[in-house]
Nanobody, 124 residues
Framework: QVQLVESGGGLVQPGGSLTLSCVAS????????IGWFRQAPGEEREGISC????????YYADSVKGRFTVSGDKAKNTVYLQMTGLKPEDPAVYYC?????????????????WGQGTQGTVSS
């Protein structure tokens, strides 16, 4: 049974940091790309990062490039999203998803399983 469980969301001040975790079960990280997405109220879901075992460099959307870092721990079958320099426009529900495709230009695509999401809030 494929499952993705996110954790690590919370409230931070502008400029602060959060690290999100996505624990995968029912498959191994080597086999599929894993993407991070976020959705703010009234906004469309945005793909912000994607990591794939078949490519050396992860994908980042311009909105988070230089501030967010994605990494994977194969032993724990977990993908992390380290978020630094958080801005007032970053609050959203953050999701991880399993993908069947990866592109250098668009990141993860054709997602087939999603986690339940974790809320990240930035407020002074």
């Amino acid at each position: 049974q494929v499952q993705l469980v996110e954790s690590g969301g919370g409230l931070v001040q502008p400029g602060g940091s959060l690290t999100l975790s996505c624990v995968a079960s029912g498959f191994t990280l080597d086999s599929y790309p894993i993407g991070w997405f976020r959705q703010a109220p009234g906004e469309e879901r945005e793909g912000i990062s994607c990591i794939s075992g078949s490519t050396p460099l992860p994908y980042y959307a311009d909105s988070v490039k230089g501030r967010f870092t994605v990494s994977g721990d194969k032993a724990k079958n977990t993908v992390y999203l380290q978020m630094t320099g958080l801005k007032p426009e970053d609050p959203a529900v953050y999701y991880c998803a399993r993908a069947t495709g990866y592109s250098d230009v668009r990141g993860c695509y054709n997602m087939d399983f999603w986690g339940q999401g974790t809320q990240g809030t930035v407020s002074s």
